[in-house]
Structure formats: C-alpha cells, structure tokens
C-alpha cells in the first residue's frame, strides 16, 4: 500500500540535529539511497505519480544538485528530456537566469534558453520544499522561457515553512514534516 511505502521511506530519512547550523534538523535524502531497496520503492512511486498526472509531462527539468537524483529516472521512466536547473555560472550557451533570496544574501539558478519550447508542460523535481525560494525561482525560469509548470514533484515537505505559499504552480510532496 502507498502509505505503508511512504512510511518506509519515511523511516530511512535519518535526521542531523544542528546541522548546518544551529538549531536546523537536516533531513538526509541519501540515508534512503544507500538502500537500493527503499531507493526502488521511492523513484517507484515518483513515476507512477507522473504517470497519473491529468495532464502529459513533456518535459523534466530538476533542481542542482539534490534533484539531479530525481529528475532524470523520472524523465527516462517518462522517455521525455531531462533538463538541467544549475547555480550560477555552471551552464554553457544561452541562459535564462533567476534570483532568490538566502537567509543572508541571494543565489542565482538557470536554464539553458532553447532547452524547453514554448509552451510544453514542464515538471520540476527536487528533494526538498524549505522556504520555497529555489523553488519559485525555477518556476520564474520556466516562465520567463515560455514554457508552463505542470506540477512541482518534491520529496520532502518542510511545512511549517509555508514554501509551497510562494507556488503558483500545484505542489506534490510525499514527505511532509
Ligand atoms: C536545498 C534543497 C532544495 C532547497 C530548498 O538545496 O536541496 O533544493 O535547499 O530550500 P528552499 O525551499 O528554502 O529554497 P541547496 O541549495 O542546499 O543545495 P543542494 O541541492 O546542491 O544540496
Ligand atoms: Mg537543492
């Protein structure tokens, strides 16, 4: 059953108190990949959630570096293109860039400009909804090209956070915390 999966899964984030800092409880997404068979049951039930999704995914795009682990076997399972979302200064050729704001100071994503065309139904994928700052900019990205946000896919929720407040787009997380 999906929530006895889920729960699994839930059991294999380990927690780090205080880090990166004090007074931060770090979910560690690779705790679940270094059970391949928990890793199995959790790219499992992202694609079959793509799968179910009204509306065809034409495109995966991901968020650098944690999403990286997500996008692309949701993207083959889907035999559509993967495209990258990367920091600042990592992406060759034309790009599209969008800033957000940190804690103290801001970052910058992009995406390469001719990557998705006009119009396509785009799902952006990463592990983590915290403040949903890198979140919304990947969304603007995705926007300023043209292109339509279908679904943002996350692993973990952080709630009390109230990122997915900042989403236009419908948010899915199988984790909330
Ligand atoms: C983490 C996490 C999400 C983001 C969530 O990434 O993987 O991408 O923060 O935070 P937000 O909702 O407050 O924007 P991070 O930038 O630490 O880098 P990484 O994925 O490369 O580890
Ligand atoms: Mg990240």
């Known amino acids: 059953e999906l929530s006895e999966k889920i729960e699994l899964i839930r059991n294999h984030v380990q927690s780090f108190p205080d880090f990166p800092k004090p ?71 034309d790009i599209c860039s969008a800033s957000y704001k940190l804690e103290y100071g801001e970052d910058t994503l992009e995406i390469q400009a001719n990557s998705i065309p006009k119009g396509a139904n785009v799902l952006v994928v990463d592990d983590l909804l915290a403040t949903g700052g890198s979140l919304s900019a990947a969304c603007s990205l995705i926007e300023s090209i043209g292109a339509k946000t ?22 899915h997380s199988l984790l909330k915390y």
Do not use: N, W
């Open 150 to 171: 279908v679904e943002c896919l996350i692993v973990m929720e952080l709630t009390s956070l109230k990122g997915r407040e900042k989403l236009k787009a419908p948010v």
């Open 23 to 93: 007074g931060v409880l770090f979910k560690d997404i690779f705790s679940v990949l270094r059970e391949p068979k928990v890793f199995s049951v959790l790219c499992d039930i992202l694609c079959k959630h793509v799968k179910s999704l009204p509306s065809k995914i034409e495109y995966v795009t991901a968020l650098d570096s944690r999403g990286f682990l997500f996008g692309p076997i949701i993207a083959l399972d889907q035999q559509v293109p993967f495209v990258p979302i990367r920091k600042k200064g990592k992406l060759p050729g």
